[in-house]
């Protein structure tokens, strides 16, 4: 099996699985508990709240666990939600291609009488630090945008954003999912107030991520229960997954030079490749972007049909148009950026990792064209384009 969907989710590494065993089989007390057995794993816990705190430029205190990223991003929105509502901010920025735990809770809160403002994305797939500035209102509570995106991984210009926030006085979250691990974070020297990471998309466990919280800012707690994390998330911690995340967080940020060289080569060497597919388009910055990701539209092919052909050859990857709903909605991402609806429904991700191979990217370079090739010559639209009765879009 190819394996190019880190962005969906990773293998865990030997590290993360190695740092998870002793607290599933000796060290299994729960850290609440008084007992000697209780306090060893009390004490782990705080080992890798420091852990996880020094790869972003955090202290300890800063850090909150959660389930991973959705709840982060859930926590932190509402909790700068809240505090803006009661000074009678009720106004929030934010842009057109976040993540749906994002986007889903800013509706929400829209429909409880907030106003929500989604920046435009550029056709490159960012916003400017300046689209935030002229945003900002006096009644603004709270900026949220992505560091990375996660399907088309551009890398959004975050310390400035920072900045821009810091001075204007609102607060400033961002998702950083898609970033931790991969990419340098600084939350101290990138004016970040809220920052939510997920363990998955590092080599780490599933269903445990962290919420770092500047000191200072109040946190309102989503599921009440007993005093866990300081009073602001109910619940036992789950040891072994957080134990997990700090192990692979920081095996992921000590290489991550050398990864990024690695992964950013096997990238640049699969976006030329498949750059020669004729009436295709590269989606994202061509620069400016996550070391992995690679992300394109075919003309006159549907996203799934490739992924299934993919499949059928041992490949594992995505498409923007996700069915999530059932209905084939088209990605919002890719509209954001521009795309027209008939093109944005054959898009392909493609997401690589440190373990991926040049022979990775030659086998995909082999299976797509010749998958885009043959399903282009099954469509009655593509045969219009060909005759000239129909135009191309790309
Ligand atoms: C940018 C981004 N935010 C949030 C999430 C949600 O994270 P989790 O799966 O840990 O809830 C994801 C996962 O795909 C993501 O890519």
Redesign the pocket.
Known sequence: MIYADN???TKMSRTAVDAMLPFMEEVFGNPSSLYAAGQRAAEALQSARERVAACIGASPKEITFT???????NQAILSAAQMGARQGKTHIVSTAF?????LHTLKKLEGQGFEVELLPVGPLGTVTSRQVEQAIRPNTCLVTV?????EIGSVLPVGEIGAVCREKRVLFHT????AAGHLPIDTAGQSIDLL?L????FHGP????ALYVRQGVPLASLIEGGAQERGKRAGTENVPGIMGMAAALEEACAHMEENTLRVSALRDRLIEGLCNIPHCALNGDPVNRLPGNVNFCFEGIEGESLLLLLDDRGICASSGSACTSGALDPSHVLLAIGRPHEVAHGSLRLSLCETNTDQDVDAILKAVPEIVDYLRGMSPLWKDKISGKKAFVL
Request: proline share 0%; charged share 20%.
């Open positions: 962005a969906a989710t389930s991973g990223g959705s709840e982060a991003d976040e993540h749906h735990a994002v992505m560091y990375a995106n996660n998702d950083a999912v898609q939510s997920s363990a998955h998309k599933k269903g445990v991520g």
